[in-house]
C-alpha cells in the first residue's frame, strides 16, 4: 500500500516523452539506426513458429498509459497521428518507408 501513496503523485502528469508524436519521433530514430535488427529478426521466428504472445507489442510499457493515450506535442506536427500506435518498432515494421507525415 505505501507503493501506491508514493506514486500517487505522478497522477496526471504527462511527461512530453510518452506523447504520441515522441513516439513516433523514437519510431523513426531506431528505423534510421536501424537499432535491434537481432530482436526484430527473433520476434519474427517466433511468430512464424505459430501462436505465440509477445508481451512487448502489447503490454503498457510506462506508467503514465492511463492517462496519456491522447496526449499530444504540438511542437512536433510532423510526427501526429490521431490515435497511439505503437512505441518502438514492430518486426513487421518496414525500415524503407518513413514514419514522419508528408505535407
Known amino acids: 500500500t ?3 501513496f508514493q506514486n500517487a503523485g505522478s497522477i496526471g502528469i504527462k511527461p512530453k516523452r510518452y506523447t504520441i508524436e515522441w513516439m513516433q519521433a523514437t519510431r523513426e530514430r531506431e ?3 536501424n537499432t535491434n535488427p537481432v530482436t526484430r529478426y527473433l520476434d519474427r521466428r517466433r511468430s512464424e513458429r505459430g501462436g505465440t504472445w509477445i508481451a512487448q507489442y502489447s503490454l503498457p510499457w510506462h506508467p503514465y498509459w492511463v492517462w496519456m493515450s491522447a496526449a499530444h506535442d504540438e511542437d512536433h506536427p510532423e510526427y501526429f497521428l ?10 513487421t515494421d518496414s525500415l524503407s518507408k518513413s514514419f514522419i507525415k508528408e505535407e
Request: aromatic share 6%; proline share 12%; hydrophobic share 25%.
Open 2 to 4: 505505501m507503493v501506491v
Open 31 to 33: 528505423r534510421q539506426e
Open 82 to 91: 490521431s490515435n497511439p500506435g505503437s512505441p518502438h518498432l514492430h518486426y
